[in-house]
T-cell receptor, first 112, second 114 residues
Framework: EDKVVQSPLSLVVHEGDTVTLNCSYE??????LLWYKQEKKAPTFLFML????IEKKSGRLSSILDKKELFSILNITATQTGDSAVYLC????????????FGKGTKLSVKP | DVKVTQSSRYLVKRTGEKVFLECVQD?????MFWYRQDPGLGLRLIYF???????EKGDIPEGYSVSREKKERFSLILESASTNQTSMYLC?????????????FGPGTRLTVT
């Protein structure tokens, strides 16, 4: 059965800390892995990863994929209270319409 | 700018009512999706559509139906709402891929069934 597992499920840090969120997956026909940030409403897209070992970076956020070990990490450096959100990992498992399987998310709380 | 809109942000319905949730996208996307999101369960796919009048069941289609009469509009129907359908409903759309691609989400509809 295809699945996506995120860890930890929740995390509390202080401003300025660096955090690492994990996403492991088992899918029969991997095409890409996506990270989303969800605050009060709908998820917003962060990164799409298709190739192993190539880091994607956007400001203080970065992500990398390991297709051999079947996982991805999302790093956030110098965290701010505005980073508080649920971070979702999703894997495109190769259906013709590009359907995604989502993990349950990691709830990050950044305290001042 | 990419836009997916949903007809209501908050909705309160009674058990047994028929409920329509509407989703419209202005990106000429072929694919549209309905998810529900519940605490501890993440996002789960209810139905998706890859073309007008085409639909396929997702992981949890029971108690739901969908309609796609026009490319830009995808409706989720709860034929007889039940309390266990209280949830956040998210619509998404995407372009038919050559390679992988991202889904664009609407703002969500928080449905409460009493």
């Amino acid at each position: 059965e295809d699945k996506v597992v995120q860890s930890p499920l929740s995390l509390v840090v202080h401003e300025g800390d660096t955090v690492t969120l994990n996403c492991s997956y088992e899918v029969t026909n991997f095409r890409s892995l996506l990270w989303y940030k969800q605050e009060k409403k709908a998820p917003t897209f962060l990164f799409m990863l298709t190739s192993s070992g190539i880091e994607k970076k956007s400001g203080r956020l970065s992500s990398i994929l390991d297709k051999k070990e079947l996982f991805s990490i999302l790093n956030i450096t110098a965290t701010q209270t505005g980073d508080s959100a649920v971070y979702l990992c999703a894997v495109d498992y190769g259906g013709s319409q590009g359907n995604l399987i989502f993990g349950k998310g990691t709830k990050l709380s950044v305290k001042p | 700018d990419v836009k997916v809109t949903q007809s209501s942000r908050y909705l309160v319905k009674r058990t047994g009512e028929k409920v329509f949730l509407e989703c419209v996208q202005d990106m000429d996307h072929e694919n549209m999706f309905w998810y529900r999101q519940d605490p501890g369960l993440g996002l789960r796919l209810i139905y998706f559509s890859y073309d007008v009048k085409m639909k396929e069941k997702g992981d949890i289609p029971e108690g739901y139906s969908v309609s796609r009469e026009k490319k830009e509009r995808f409706s989720l129907i709860l034929e007889s709402a039940s309390t266990n359908q209280t949830s956040m409903y998210l619509c998404a759309s995407s372009h038919t891929p050559g390679d992988s691609y991202e889904q664009y989400f609407g703002p969500g509809t928080r449905l409460t069934v009493t």
